[in-house]
């Protein structure tokens, strides 16, 4: 039997060598569009800066990526302690975020008026789940209307609203907080609220002696060589299996089995397929296939979003902030950049010694042409804000520019119930599976769980039909 893949992020890869690890004698062969395996993973030694192009880690509380990396023989770095500040721009200067109750109360990140408001959460009525059972028209409702309606609208534009463009680089009044953040979801179906769903979590988590955590927790882990250590190693493990250099351009059924055809060279011929390219490009392989599907898999926008990296000199840089996680600015701040990691505070052997290596973020569903600007704008724009936020006034010794023209799928209000639509259509597609970061979750530890699952998934399917043949041809 032999399986196709198509997409080698690291969505692709690592269902392709969890398959090859459980069945030795299937037949895979992974397609990678691009010269390089690997998609929004892809790790520079430039000039002894360590230089991640998009994803620089992944958080430790998701067992899946540390038994894979454990696996595969890697040793997983954890960020170092100085990665828990985070900060906020606001007002003209840097805060830290609050990570505790007391911090909170003490942070002039927000208004007093603003911080009773959030305290005052917790006696809201729920407007779902078991307590509202009949309130059913917010089922699926945008991050900014959960968040003004929970707490209030100065702690929804100066928190949560910089959270949507740190993890999503999306738009709070689009993306669905059902679809992007499930377990808040579900803290105020569970629970009625989120200050109660907290408390009733710790309370849980202390009668059964674990750690019970609301929010996505966990430390952000990497690898001494980056990220792109893992895709080496997968890499390796596929040998021959994975071929580079070659996108598919579409899926065709016939009879039993799939067809698929590639930009250039032959078409293949196999028994299942498994599509782990972004939804877009997915969509355009099915179009023959099924003209629903791909039309609902090419309503999954991706915008566009620019990484600018730059190493400086650590003197070079004053004000507050530098020492931490890195800054997220929120839309009412006006600015033009959605903010900037320290990559060399979060992990070590980042930049050179006496320098600091920082990327910052352009574009994504608010501005997405700010992504699209020439270099030199980019970088000219890039240095304005980090001269007023950081206090850079020098030019940096190294500058470079990843430009992702379509960077994370966006989990937009009625992303729910097209998953669920999406669900209904793929039933017609026996042996197809869809894969990777645009359906249920965009990060790392998403893709890798995914893939554990749909091992299991194939294993059931694929093998129970295979043998059902066989059982047939043996009765004949
Ligand atoms: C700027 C940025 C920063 C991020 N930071 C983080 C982070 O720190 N932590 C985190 O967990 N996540 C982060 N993410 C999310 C990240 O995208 C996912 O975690 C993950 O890398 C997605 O993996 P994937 O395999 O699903 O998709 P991709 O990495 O996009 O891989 C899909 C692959 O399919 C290939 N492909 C496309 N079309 C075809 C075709 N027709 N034929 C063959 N191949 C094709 C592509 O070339 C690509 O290699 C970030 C994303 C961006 C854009």
Redesign the pocket.
């Known amino acids: 039997m032999t399986v196709a893949i ?9 269902v392709g060598y969890l398959l090859a690890e459980r069945f030795p004698a299937l037949e895979i062969q992974i ?4 010269e ?6 892809w790790t520079q030694k430039e000039g002894g800066y360590l230089i ?8 430790d509380n998701r067992p899946k990526t540390l038994e894979l990396s454990q696996q595969l023989g890697l040793s997983p770095v954890r960020s170092n302690e100085g990665a828990r500040r985070r900060y906020i721009y606001a007002a003209g200067r840097l805060h830290r975020v609050p990570d505790g109750l007391l911090a909170f109360v003490g942070t002039d990140l927000l208004s007093a008026g603003a911080k009773v408001r959030v305290l005052m959460e917790a006696f809201l009525p729920a407007a779902r789940g078991a307590a509202a059972p009949a309130v059913r028209d917010i089922e699926d409702e945008t991050l900014a209307s959960f968040a003004t309606r929970r707490l209030g609208r100065e702690a929804y534009e100066t928190l949560i609203d910089p959270m949507a463009s740190g993890i999503y ?1 999306g738009d709070a009044q689009q993306l669905s907080l059902k679809a992007c953040f499930p377990k808040v979801y579900n803290l105020e179906v569970n629970y009625g609220g989120l200050i109660r769903g907290m408390i009733g979590k710790m309370w849980e988590g202390r009668k059964t002696k674990t750690t019970v955590s609301a929010g996505p927790g966990g430390v ?1 882990t990497s690898f001494e060589a980056g ?1 792109g250590s893992i895709i080496d190693a997968l890499g390796e493990r596929l040998g021959q299996r994975l071929r580079v250099g ?4 579409a899926v065709e059924r016939l009879r039993d089995r799939y067809v698929v055809h ?2 250039a060279g032959d078409p293949i011929e196999v028994e299942a397929v498994i599509l ?3 939804a877009y ?2 969509s ?2 099915v179009r023959g296939l099924d003209g629903q599907l791909s039309r609902e898999l090419g309503g999954i926008v ?1 915008p566009p ?1 620019s ?1 600018v990296c730059m190493g400086v000199r650590k003197e070079h840089i004053k004000g507050n902030g530098v020492d931490g996680f890195g800054f997220l600015i929120p839309s009412k701040a006006g600015r033009k950049t959605l903010g900037t990691l320290f990559d060399s505070t979060i992990f070590p052997n980042r930049a050179p010694e006496g320098y600091t290596l920082l990327r910052t ?1 352009l574009g994504g569903a608010r501005n997405p042409h700010i992504a699209q600007l020439k270099d030199d704008d980019l970088v000219s724009t890039v240095l304005k804000e980090l001269s007023d936020i950081i206090g850079l006034k020098h030019t940096p010794e190294m500058i470079k520019i ?1 430009r ?1 023209e379509k ?2 799928p966006q989990y937009n209000q009625g992303h729910p119930a097209m998953l669920e639509r999406v669900n209904q259509l793929m039933q017609r597609h026996r042996g197809l599976y869809l ?4 359906y249920k979750g ?6 890798i769980e995914t893939s554990y699952e749909l091992v299991e998934r194939i294993a059931g399917e694929l093998f129970a039909s295979a043998k059902r043949h066989q059982e047939g041809a043996d009765d004949n």
Do not use: W
Not at 31 to 34: S, W
Not at 246 to 249: K, Q, T
């Open positions: 198509i997409g080698g992020g690291i969505a692709g890869l690592t397609f990678e569009g691009q390089r395996p690997g998609g929004k993973i991640e192009s998009a994803v620089n880690g992944f958080l680089a952000l990220m070659h996108a598919a351009v590639f930009d782990a390219a972004p490009a997915s355009l392989m991706n979003v990484v973020m990843y992702h960077a994370i894969h990777g970061n645009s965009i990060g790392v530890n998403d893709c």
